[in-house]
């Protein structure tokens, strides 16, 4: 019998499907500076991201004047879909066009649903950044290979989210950051961080220093760093002897090149178990940060399962 916690991993070689990563990077830019123009700062620029959906990818619930609107990728549809708390819905057909195309379309869609988009027409983040009503050079969409994407973020979503739940202190929802393009999930000690040195390409370095305000221990997923993709784990600031640290599981190492460990998706792919394999980077990884970096653990971490076995609380009403 095959193993579903198999065979619900799939394949996707980067190589594969660059020119339609790179176009939906900036697509997914787009909708995400929208949404971080109508929401107010929420510490680490959480208010900016995007969640993964049971179709794709969501903005969730956007405010605007006294309702709200929301933006998704269908990636099984294959269709941006915008949809309004006053019953309001539009949206268009993912396809190949230029970023230039798509922008000028999800434009008129909020026009036409009253929503304004006064955002910062430019990518971040990367080098060139094309404006994005300039953008003719990135025009790709493979829609088999957009649906494969979000399936491996379906699968990285639900292992980084169990992972979470393990984590009682300060930590983010495990969310999707259109600025690298990737999933992650970042805890906090409670302590101040030294500002970070800033130096992303097309980004202010003060975006990185409210990003690394507090000491953290990061992971996610992105559709880089490996064949088809890897996990990542890091700290910041990284403790003295972290790179010097097990990482888990077998193929899993920390990159000089990136500065964190890595964890190809491919190789968690073929383990006999990915969800324990990436499980396990995960936590090793985590546990080099905490216990080199001095964090309070046992004030930090709880088992999620503590109520299990317990009978539920009585209403008092």
Known sequence: MTDPATTNWPSLRVSDWTPTRDTLHMWTQIVGKIRMAHTPLVNHWWQ?????????????????????????????????????SDGGVRGFPLRPMPVAEFYRRILHVLGELGVEAPIRPHPNEVDPAIPFAEDHVHASYDGEAATLFWRQLLQAN????????????????????????????????????????????????????????????????WPGGGEEGAFYAYAYPAPEGFAEQPAGPEGAFYSPEFQQFLLPYEVARAAPNPDRAVAEFLHATYEAAADLGNWDRAALEDNPFRWHGTAAPRSSG
């Open 48 to 84: 900016v991201t995007l969640y993964v959906s049971p179709r794709g990818l969501t903005t969730s619930a956007i405010p605007h004047r006294a309702g709200a609107f929301e933006i998704e990728f269908d990636f099984l549809a294959h269709r941006l879909e915008v949809r309004s």
């Open 158 to 221: 639900r292992v980084i989210g169990e992972f979470r739940s393990h984590f009682v202190g300060k930590v983010s929802p495990v969310h999707f950051f259109w600025g690298a393009m990737d999933l992650a999930c970042t805890r906090f000690s409670g302590r101040p961080a030294p500002p970070h040195p800033g130096g992303a390409p097309n980004c202010g370095d003060w975006v990185m220093v409210e990003g690394y305000s507090r000491e953290l221990s990061s992971c996610g997923f």
